[in-house]
């Protein structure tokens, strides 16, 4: 024991410990950033260089051609950016709302079920994404006849499990003595909610919010699954109508993944110590 403090406490041993763990989180942030640097460095190519499928560090030359490109191919160009934007604002949105409201009641109302239907939920977040998607496809498309519209694009994320589960996290945290006191000022259980805990809770709403909409933002497979019609189509799926059989257009294609990134940069950047608070939310109760 005592060598190894002796050792552990030794100058050269500590810089070369911490020489070590500096050169593998370079290696790691390195092998992290260098896709949205060949990405955003490929946007800048020029479209036929790119058609020819050459692949390089850096481009032969730097031009906006390819982003114009973009935005000439289609006339939908724009719409993939208004449809993404209406979706993910929309699901942020309804998440927002609906998760807190749920959180609400399963933290601070006591009623019948409670915990069962709580458990039910949780055991919900371990079903694979993907093992819902076709019951969910036959509902949407089937049942309900909602291909190809903006209803198919948002109802099935309205509200996640995952947000019901972060704000009641949150909210069993604020203390009982406040909604006893309200009570007392004769506030319903809605101005209790409303009033008091959202104002409370606006650390975990932000969060969910980002969260939520980076997530529906991002998300390609549903909107391919229930889009038949480029006007229908979110940026991440329009992406797509860059590759053909032949050829795919990368520098322009890398060009609409540039744009369609500049949200979660401007959210990340902006909003960074959310995204921190977001990590240990509901973490350490008390």
Known sequence: MALYSTH???????????????????LFALATIFPIYFMVISSFADPVEAGAVSYSILPSKFTFASFKFFFDYSEYSYRWILNSLIVATTVMISNVIFASMAGYAFSKLRFKGRGPLFAVLLVSMMIPYQVTQVPLYI??????????????????????????????????????????????????????????????????????????????????????????????????????????????????????????????????????RYFLEGVTVGAVKG
């Open 139 to 272: 509902l949407v498309v089937n049942v309900f006849e909602l291909q190809n519209t903006y209803s198919a694009l948002i109802m099935p994320s309205i509200v996640t499990v995952y947000n019901i589960f972060l704000a009641k996290q949150f909210m069993g945290s604020i203390p009982n003595e406040i909604m006893e006191s309200a009570k007392i000022e004769g506030c319903s259980q809605f101005q209790i909610y409303w009033r008091i805990i959202l104002p409370l809770s606006k650390t975990v709403l932000a969060v969910m919010g980002i969260l939520t909409f980076m997530d529906s933002w991002n998300t390609f497979f549903w909107p391919l699954l229930v889009t038949n019609t480029m006007d229908m189509q979110t940026i991440q799926v329009g992406l797509k109508n860059f590759r053909f059989a032949n050829t795919t257009f990368i520098a322009p294609m890398m060009a609409g993944a540039t744009i369609s990134a500049l949200p979660m940069f401007i959210l990340f950047f902006s909003l960074q």
């Open 8 to 26: 552990a406490g030794n100058p050269k041993v500590k810089t070369t410990r911490n020489t070590i763990i500096f050169i593998a989180l370079l």
